[in-house]
């Protein structure tokens, strides 16, 4: 197996940049791995992203040096563990709740006696039946990296007895979901948000967990690794790939050229209904 990246740069106290991919040709997860970056984050809650298509897009980023970093959805523990198995290095959990649902996310990604993960050894993550399992179990145990998203005002409230539960690794807050469940949706400026990134790393430094979330600049980066969170999510090739079709029709508008934007039609037509 290929033990975490990301896990072994948190215990050496430094952070880890993760950035996230949601198209889906292994290209794309072959050419970030190859550039280095310390995770990619696989996102199977919002998208229709198979089992078997994750799998390949896993095994393209194993050319390079990246984690993979799979996002299932909330609940999908037995998804979880095929995830593993196919040489995921860690597992973002969404939407936890309580201390009690991440104890489950442990016993269902650790091998006995943390958990009771199925054995199975047969993929990539072995891989393929290649490595003395008591080993192989042990390592796996050890180096894979779970973290747990808090993404609403009930999780921020049990945050601290979420980031005590063995085998937790990171306690990550996800903003977006909380802001739209706070009912002040994307308000990333409100008192509200402010003081989660504080109670989150609070709870973290309680527990001596890792923290972190997602960060749109360098400079609130900065905020964030001043409060000592070690875990930061930046960036999406959907989003690098739209700027840079969006700057090409800026630059070539000024020589004449045209261009039918529906998605710019379709935001100006939303604004105007709502």
Same mark, same amino acid.
Request: proline letters at 5%.
């Given at each position: 197996?290929?033990?975490?990246?990301?896990?072994?740069?948190? $215990?050496?106290?430094?952070?880890?940049?993760?950035?996230?991919?949601?198209?889906?040709?292994?290209? !794309?997860?072959?050419?970030?791995?190859?550039?280095?970056?310390?995770?990619?984050?696989?996102?199977?809650?919002?998208?229709?992203?198979?089992?078997?298509?994750?799998?390949?897009?896993? *095994?393209?980023? $194993?050319?390079?040096?990246?984690?993979?970093?799979?996002?299932?959805?909330?609940?999908?523990?037995?998804?979880?563990?095929?995830?593993?198995?196919?040489?995921?290095?860690?597992?973002?959990?969404?939407?936890?709740?309580?201390?009690?649902?991440? =104890?489950?996310?442990?016993?269902?990604?650790?091998?006995?006696? &943390?958990?009771?993960?199925?054995?199975?050894?047969?993929?990539?993550?072995?891989?393929?039946? =290649?490595?003395?399992?008591?080993?192989?179990?042990?390592?796996?145990?050890?180096?894979?990296?779970?973290?747990?998203?808090?993404?609403?005002?009930?999780?921020?409230?049990?945050?601290?007895?979420?980031?005590? !539960?063995?085998?937790?690794?990171?306690?990550?807050?996800?903003?977006?979901?909380?802001?739209?469940?706070?009912?002040?949706?994307?308000?990333?400026?409100?008192?509200?948000?402010?003081?989660?990134?504080?109670? !989150?790393?609070? =709870?973290? *430094?309680?527990?001596?967990?890792?923290?972190?979330?997602?960060?749109?600049?360098?400079?609130?980066? &900065? $905020?964030?690794?001043?409060?000592?969170?070690?875990?930061?999510?930046?960036?999406?090739?959907?989003?690098?790939?739209?700027?840079?079709?969006?700057?090409?029709?800026?630059?070539?508008? =000024?020589?004449?050229?045209?261009?039918?934007? *529906?998605?710019?039609?379709?935001?100006?037509?939303?604004?105007?209904?709502?």
């Amino acid at each position: 197996m290929r033990f975490s990246r990301v896990k072994a740069k948190l $215990r050496k106290g430094g952070a880890a940049l993760i950035t996230c991919c949601h198209f889906i040709d292994p290209s !794309v997860y072959e050419l970030v791995s190859l550039l280095g970056f310390d995770g990619i984050w696989l996102d199977l809650e919002h998208h229709a992203t198979s089992d078997e298509t994750a799998a390949n897009l896993m *095994r393209a980023a $194993r050319v390079g040096s990246s984690d993979v970093i799979a996002r299932p959805a909330k609940g999908e523990f037995m998804r979880m563990g095929r995830l593993l198995e196919a040489g995921a290095q860690g597992i973002m959990y969404p939407r936890c709740e309580s201390a009690d649902e991440a =104890a489950e996310l442990v016993r269902w990604a650790k091998f006995a006696p &943390q958990g009771e993960r199925g054995v199975d050894g047969a993929n990539g993550d072995n891989p393929y039946c =290649a490595m003395p399992m008591p080993p192989y179990l042990k390592a796996a145990n050890e180096h894979t990296l779970l973290i747990v998203q808090l993404e609403s005002p009930t999780a921020l409230d049990q945050a601290e007895a979420i980031a005590k !539960v063995p085998g937790v690794d990171v306690l990550m807050l996800g903003p977006g979901d909380l802001s739209v469940i706070a009912g002040i949706p994307y308000e990333f400026d409100h008192p509200l948000i402010a003081n989660a990134y504080h109670r !989150v790393a609070e =709870a973290a *430094r309680i527990a001596g967990k890792w923290w972190g979330t997602v960060s749109g600049t360098p400079e609130h980066t &900065q $905020r964030l690794l001043d409060l000592n969170a070690k875990f930061i999510c930046h960036g999406c090739d959907l989003i690098q790939v739209k700027q840079g079709m969006e700057m090409i029709q800026q630059r070539y508008s =000024a020589l004449g050229f045209t261009f039918e934007n *529906r998605l710019e039609a379709e935001a100006a037509a939303l604004a105007k209904h709502s």
